[in-house]
């Protein structure tokens, strides 16, 4: 059975920044897609970043483009979310999530992703 086990959360002031990991053990998931969301209390889990594991290819959520970046490293079998010049809004539980299926486009719906990691708290305070 896959697991996905994040790492890397914790307590960040505005601006600053963060690296969150995800570790998958189990399978790989080279030929499909990985992904970020979050979710703040009282919000719906929002996607956040992806990459289609094979060719690197990302896609980013418009309020973190610019300032998130998604990575992978196949010898790891471990993606990455590097968070910088974070905001207050940016308080959530980061979960990644991986998808046993092929898709053509970037997935951006909890819906589509098969394997969820058991999510690692961010705060950012001012």
């Given amino acids: ?3 996905l086990v994040e790492s890397g959360g914790g307590l960040v002031q505005t601006g600053g920044s963060l690296r969150l990991s995800c570790a998958a ?3 790989t998931f080279r030929g499909y897609h990985m992904a970020w969301f979050r979710q703040a209390p009282g919000k719906e889990r929002e996607f ?3 990459i289609r594991w094979s060719v690197g290819s990302t896609d980013y959520a418009d309020s973190v483009k610019d300032r998130f970046t998604i990575s992978r490293d196949n ?3 471990t993606a990455y979310l ?3 010049s974070l905001k207050l809004e940016g308080t959530a539980v980061y979960y990644c999530a991986a998808a046993a299926r ?3 486009d970037f997935p951006k719906t909890p819906l589509s992703y098969d394997y969820w990691g058991q999510g690692t708290q961010v705060t950012v305070s001012s």
Wanted: hydrophobic share 40%; charged share 10%.
């Fill in 82 to 84: 590097q968070m910088t």
């Fill in 1 to 3: 059975q896959a697991q």
């Fill in 25 to 27: 053990a189990g399978r």
């Fill in 102 to 104: 092929y898709y053509s």
């Fill in 75 to 77: 010898a790891k079998n």
């Fill in 48 to 50: 956040v970043a992806a």
